[in-house]
């Protein structure tokens, strides 16, 4: 059974960096996406960054390129934040799934979630 958990959320002043990580158990195979999400209230979840184990390079939402960095090293997924802006404030997720339909960039390739950790920035 897969299982994430996240941790590193926290509060940090603009341009500040912060690391967040998502222990995985349960993900045995190596044809995975994993990838991480932000929601804030009263909005749609967002793809933040996602990689698949299969592939080469991993996808950014425009707003982050170049300032977040995702890896993964083995039972470990991380998301590296730097120069964190106000709008990065949200509750950020990790996620797993295989994309047995469609690819790593579709939310409804993920069937496994973390309980989320709450990252917020102060201008």
């Known amino acids: 059974q897969v299982q994430l958990v996240e941790s590193g959320g926290g509060s940090v002043q603009a341009g500040g960096s912060l690391r967040l990580s998502c222990a995985v158990s349960g993900v045995t195979a190596t044809n995975f996406c994993m990838g991480w999400f932000r929601q804030t209230p009263g909005k749609e979840r967002e793809r933040v960054a996602t990689k698949y184990d299969l592939g080469n390079r991993p996808f950014y939402v425009d707003s982050v390129n170049g300032r977040f960095t995702i890896s993964r090293d083995k039972n470990t997924l991380s998301l590296q934040m730097n120069s964190l802006k106000p709008e990065d404030t949200a509750m950020y997720y990790c996620?797993?799934?295989?994309?047995?339909?469609?690819?790593?960039?579709?939310?409804?390739?993920?069937?496994?979630w973390g309980q989320g950790t709450q990252v917020t920035v102060s201008s």
């Open positions: 996620a797993a799934g295989r994309p047995y339909v469609g690819t790593c960039l579709e939310i409804s390739t993920y069937p496994y």
